[in-house]
């Protein structure tokens, strides 16, 4: 019971982050995701390090800037290059894949078996996700594909390696969040003021869109995400991803009048079938935990995907 309790939880996350879109669309400035990406982290890891009353010491300093890079700092960005460049179904597609990335180095550096059951689960589930995201208008652009594999990859990464060094003693993962979220913050503002420029002029709704992409988005969506990897597998956690693409399609449907086909409704009952069937055959992986490894309550930048269903830039 308590594991379910836990997956619930963690699912909370991916929940989340499939409100992204409608709130950048209808509460925050226009083509501005790198600083979207800023004013989501930045304030947030802040505020959670000042909660937590706990700074980094020796090793961490570093270990939390890898963490914070490959969660958020690399990965932010990369997410909003691929959005930008490809259809929003085709980057959604893109971050349900980053299951199998976690598989793969989930084998190799934490011992945990990659079993058929759970691949195939990762497989179906983003096939699943394929269905109510693409169209038959999609492209293919190769900066595009490549930004999304590559922040796949980044997130994938990101996982393992939170999972890998799990935290310091007497480290909670309030302060563990914090860190990481601090320090991809402060790795996107350069790439943003080069890209974007200065920051846009802010109303009432996009102080209220970014109040709550920073408290209830980000701050908790990781908080819960990063407790997830401490106390589930790697796998277990990554499995949970392709809720995110689905809770967008699903609010894109209620709340923006976006339909939904049979062929969609379709697609989401296969990808969240898919999730629930990873979640078992994790369960039942009965995966060893690696030597001499820190095991705690660690973290991880989660990716998973938002997305309209016309394929508008996706947003997450």
């Known amino acids: 019971m308590k594991r379910v309790t836990t997956i619930a939880l963690t699912a909370l996350a991916p929940i ?6 409608f709130v950048a669309s209808e509460l925050l400035p226009p083509d501005r995701p790198l600083f979207t990406g800023v004013m989501r982290a930045l304030p947030a890891g802040l505020l959670l390090t000042a909660l937590a009353r706990k700074l980094p010491a020796g090793q961490w300093w570093w270990k939390a800037a890898v963490l914070g890079g490959l969660n958020i ?19 959604a597609v893109l971050g349900s894949a980053g299951p199998l990335f976690v598989v793969g180095l989930a084998a190799l550096l934490l011992g945990e078996r990659a079993r058929p059951r759970t691949v195939l689960a990762a497989v ?3 096939f699943g996700v394929g269905m109510v995201v693409l169209t038959a208008q999609a492209r293919l652009d190769p900066v595009g594909l490549v930004a999304g594999v590559v922040s796949s990859a980044s997130m994938g990464a990101g996982i393992v390696m939170t999972k890998r060094w799990g935290r310091p003693e007497g480290v909670g993962p309030l302060a563990m969040t914090g860190w990481q979220l601090t320090a991809g913050g402060l ?9 974007e420029g200065a920051p846009p002029a802010l109303d009432g709704g996009a102080f209220l869109g970014y109040g709550y992409m920073m408290l209830i988005n980000t701050g908790i969506a990781y908080w819960l995400w990063f407790r997830g990897i401490g ?4 796998t277990s956690v990554t499995l949970l991803g392709p809720l995110s693409p689905l809770t967008a399609a699903v609010i894109g449907w209620a709340a923006l ?3 939904l086909s049979p062929v969609q409704v379709l697609g989401m009952v296969i990808a969240f079938g898919a999730t629930v069937a990873g979640q078992l055959a994790a369960g039942s992986a009965g995966a060893p935990r690696p030597k001499a490894v820190p095991f705690g309550s660690a973290e991880e930048t989660n990716r998973n995907v938002s997305m309209d269903l016309t394929g508008s830039p996706v947003r997450r």
């Open 16 to 21: 989340s982050w499939g409100s992204t879109y």
């Open 73 to 91: 700092g690399a990965f932010f960005p990369l997410l909003f290059l691929s959005a930008y460049r490809l259809p929003g179904g085709v980057a």
């Open 124 to 126: 179906v589930a983003a």
């Open 187 to 195: 790795m996107i503002i350069p790439v943003a003021a080069l890209v």
């Open 231 to 234: 106390q589930l597998s790697a």
């Open 257 to 259: 009048g976006q339909a």
